[in-house]
């Protein structure tokens, strides 16, 4: 099995994505917070790159069962039913509901792996269960960091060296790419403390000085859920 990381959704467009399993991985905060969301019973997702997209989309299908939700520099959309925090997405909110997501980095990344066979949704939040989902696709792997506006941020790229570990670590021989292998020793520097790297992040520090510090610690609870969303035929949704 072949792994390679991208540090951005900018990186991921160069990538041949052509049969392989995708990870999309927002630590702070997409991710977690659909991980989240579905536990609390939301039905589905449906990225959008931009506000008014998702408006758009709304106001065509005009369905009582859908929601608006996402961030702008971390901050709920104005006129959004959700923000991106996990604590938004109480059972009493989304269950049933069917969420039209936009945040600044995520949902790019989700847009540019539409491309690969299979794609997941990852975090800290459900790194055992998609490993073993990702051993059972028995595919050449890649994983996609959303990044920070292009560019590489820490959290999601430990996440990332986080499923490689997991995958050495159940015994699956490997080979990684450059980026990959840097992924994993980063993680390996972080393991122990996982919450710690994610506060002291850049990201990490910016939510705390908006109020929002709260969801660091959600984002932080390392195999909390047994759940990994998939995202496929534009929609994000849990296949069991």
Request: one cysteine or more; glycine letters at 8%; a negative charge.
């Amino acid at each position: 099995m072949k792994i390679d990381l991208a540090f951005s959704s900018y990186e991921l467009e160069k990538k041949d994505l052509q049969g392989k399993a995708v990870v999309v991985i927002d630590a702070l905060r997409a991710t977690s917070t659909m991980i989240v969301a579905f536990e609390n019973g939301c039905s589905a997702f449906i990225p959008v790159l931009t506000v008014e997209e998702a408006r758009k989309l709304a106001a065509e299908r005009r369905d009582l069962d859908l929601l608006l939700g996402g961030e702008r520099r971390a901050l709920p959309v104005e006129g959004f039913h959700l923000g991106n925090s996990p604590r938004d997405y109480r059972p009493e909110k989304v269950k049933g509901k069917v969420v039209i997501m936009t945040t600044t980095n995520g949902t790019q990344a989700l847009i540019a792996a539409r491309g690969g066979a299979e794609v997941f949704i990852g975090a800290f939040l459900n790194l055992s269960a998609l490993s073993h989902r990702l051993m059972g696709a028995g595919r050449d792997i890649i994983i996609a960091c959303a990044g920070e506006k292009g560019f590489f941020c820490l959290e999601d790229t430990v996440c990332g060296g986080a499923i490689v570990d997991r995958l050495e670590k159940a015994g699956v021989p490997t080979s990684k790419s450059d980026s990959a292998m840097a992924a994993k020793v980063l993680y390996e520097y972080f393991e122990d403390d996982i919450y710690r790297m994610l506060l002291e992040s850049e990201w990490g520090q910016y939510l705390e000085s908006v109020g929002l510090g709260k969801d660091i610690r959600i984002c932080a609870q390392v195999d909390s859920s047994r759940l990994v969303p998939v995202y496929r035929e534009e929609k994000i949704f849990l296949d069991r």
